[in-house]
């Protein structure tokens, strides 16, 4: 029998056996689990796994971060860029403060550092906005910032400017959306921030219906990292909730294989289940993944749990990240081990982010002398790059 299908009709629908109505058993590893007991001893794992109690709960001053890590001086006394803040869930993913996860989100000193080619908003989105929250770079897709709101603060955040700043919020919401809609070329609309899936339920269903009721949008992304720093997030009613504006894309952002836990398979398992398509987005970044092995683990382990690598980066010059910054000859050795070295499907592409856009870097496309790089951007202009080693 023919079943007909319309653009509109979301796939999900013939995927009714995955129409949870319930919420799932929680999942709760091992370790996670250890750690609960030992810094959280009278939590439920009720609460535990609500995520509004890992929002509240939050690891936010120097106190909270002394005493799960022990008191090494973390204390950056003079202001730093980008407030510090780790769900409890994160913290518990973390074996050595200044190990890979550790790095990410433990603020140190060397953010105060700041070198002569780090900028405030080095890929001067600024400039592209034509209305707040949208950043309209590339002729055929935007980029809508929803909030300004993250649950863990990665320290190397390409928009630690406005994260926690008050100028994105749902006030940018309807004009961006207005904007869309004018703009007919406008095929596809990635929502980021800040992370969209901190939004409430209801709100993340406003946006998207809203950008779905727009004819020329054909498709619809969201930049996440909250299937990795919070889980719990990831209810069945979320779900619910997204699978109905298909296609509907997620590109989550990972960047170690010790991410990958029992947790975030089984959100990653029940996402895949209702149709929508992952692809993950990673930073190299310096004593965090910055070596083959751990990078092919990772992507090993994305695919395992049917996420697409899609895209890894060099990490942005924001302010106070010199610590982070990985040469590029480091990534394109990465790529030279990865590409045919194995599956196609686990090989992501490595991109340097510019003012004029995303710029795909491969080992043969590469233009090097000593330490500065020419390259060409998609727009056909040469974007030269002096690069730190
Ligand atoms: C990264 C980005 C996009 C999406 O780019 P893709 O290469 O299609 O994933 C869109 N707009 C802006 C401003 C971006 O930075």
């Known amino acids: 029998m023919e079943e007909k299908v319309s653009s509109r009709t ?67 006394s003079e202001d730093i860029n980008l407030p510090l803040r780790i769900t409890p869930y994160y913290a518990s993913l973390v074996k050595d403060p200044y190990g890979p996860i550790g790095k990410c989100v433990i603020p140190t000193k060397d953010e105060l550092i700041v070198s002569d080619y780090e900028e405030e908003d080095p890929l001067h989105e600024d400039k592209s906005s034509p209305v707040p929250g949208i950043i309209h770079r590339y002729p055929d897709r935007v980029l809508f910032l929803v909030t300004d709101f993250c649950s863990s603060n990665c320290r190397y955040c390409t928009r630690s400017r406005i994260i926690s700043k008050n100028d994105i919020n749902r006030k940018v919401w309807d004009p961006a959306i207005e904007y869309i809609r004018k703009h007919e070329e406008v095929r596809d609309v990635l929502l980021s921030g800040g992370d969209p899936l901190l939004l409430n339920d209801d709100s993340i269903e406003y946006l998207l219906n809203s950008l779905r009721s727009i004819e020329h949008i054909e498709i619809l992304r969201i930049g996440t990292k909250v299937p990795v720093v919070l889980p719990m997030r990831i209810t069945n009613k979320l779900v619910n909730i997204m699978k109905r504006f298909h296609p509907l894309y997620l590109s989550i952002h990972f960047t170690h294989p010790d991410e990958l836990t029992e947790e975030v398979k089984e959100v990653c398992e029940r996402l895949s289940n209702s149709g929508i398509p992952l692809g993950s987005q990673t930073v190299l970044l310096k004593g965090v993944n910055d070596d083959i092995d751990t990078m092919k683990r990772l992507m090993h382990g994305l695919l395992r749990v049917r996420v697409r690598p899609y895209y890894i980066y060099k990490c942005d010059r924001t302010l106070g990240t010199s610590h982070f910054q990985v040469p590029i000859s480091k990534g394109l050795e990465i790529m030279e081990n990865l590409i045919g070295h194995t599956s196609g499907y686990a090989v992501p592409n490595f991109i340097l982010d510019s003012p004029f856009g995303k710029i795909r870097l491969l080992p043969e496309n590469v233009k090097r002398e000593n330490n500065v790089y020419t390259i060409k951007t998609f727009k056909g202009n040469t974007f030269v790059y002096e690069d730190v080693e």
Do not use: A
Request: glycine letters at 6%; hydrophobic letters at 25%.
């Open 10 to 76: 979301t796939p999900s629908q013939s995927l009714g056996q995955f129409d949870f109505g319930e919420e799932p058993p929680p999942i709760c590893s091992k370790q996670t689990q250890v750690f609960k007991n030992k810094f959280y001893p009278q939590t439920s794992q009720q609460e535990w796994n609500n995520w509004k109690w890992q929002i509240r709960n939050s690891i936010t001053t120097y106190e909270e971060l002394s005493r799960i890590f022990g008191p090494n001086g973390y204390e950056v």
